[in-house]
């Protein structure tokens, strides 16, 4: 089937590691997303990519990185430049279009929890 | 920044009420799209409305969007108890520079009590 599979869906860490959240997509799209999702809030954006070797800081990039390689492939990395890393994150993409965002297609997330 | 924001933050109805959640949003919008997210759980899509619509249907759904106010609702019919979840919009400014991208609102906690 069609879809996002994000992994893992729960991951520690301890302060001071890098970690990395995998995002995998079979839907041929172009646009992926990473937003970070804290407890009783909407989600913020992190970083966004509309082609593959091109992406974009979001609202909240300090302290993590991306890399789109890969069409399928958007891993997003945690560093230890972030202060707050626990939240729960979300990967999305969507078909790319020039003038606005279509339907954005959601994995079922990642807790992170820092130790 | 945030674009949209939802009112009220949490809704409480029996089954069978209709829920009415509101969105209001800050700059001029490609399109207003509502999601549905269970707890714990990835968001789903449930409708897009753009600029130059009014009014859309989908099943047990209405949304409206009025421009000249800078606000959606979402309604929900005949509500069920699966409905519980929290519901968000999220606003497509479009900026061609740098590609377009969503903005979410903190979402309506729905409860729809047996």
């Known amino acids: 089937d069609g879809g996002i599979t994000q992994s893992p869906k729960y991951l520690f860490r301890k302060e001071g590691q890098n970690v990395t959240l995998s995002c995998e997509q079979n839907l041929n799209h172009d646009a992926m997303y990473w937003y970070r999702q804290d407890p009783g809030q909407g989600l913020r954006l992190i970083y966004y990519?509309?082609?593959?070797?091109?992406?974009q800081k979001g609202d909240i990039a300090e302290g993590y990185s991306v890399s789109r390689e890969k069409k399928e492939s958007f891993p997003l990395t945690v560093t230890s430049a972030q202060k707050n890393p626990t939240a729960f994150y979300l990967c999305?993409?969507?078909?790319?279009?020039?003038?606005?965002?279509?339907?954005?297609?959601f994995g079922e997330g990642s807790r992170l929890t820092v130790l | 920044s945030q674009q949209g924001e939802e009112d009220p933050q949490a809704l409480s109805i029996q089954e069978g009420e209709n829920a009415t959640m509101n969105c209001s949003y800050k700059t001029s919008i490609n399109n207003l799209q509502w999601y549905r997210q269970n707890s714990g759980r990835g968001l789903v899509h449930l409708i897009l409305i753009r600029s130059n619509e009014r009014e859309k249907h989908s099943g047990r759904l209405r949304v409206t969007l009025d421009t000249s106010k800078k606000s959606s609702s979402l309604l929900i019919t005949a509500s069920r108890a699966a409905d519980t979840a929290s519901y968000f919009c999220a606003t497509d400014a479009g900026e061609e520079t740098s590609g377009s991208r969503l903005t979410f609102g903190e979402g309506t906690q729905l409860t729809v009590n047996p």
């Open positions: 999305a993409s969507s078909r790319r279009r020039t003038r606005s965002t279509g339907e954005l297609f």
């Open positions: 990519s509309q082609i593959v070797n091109d992406f």
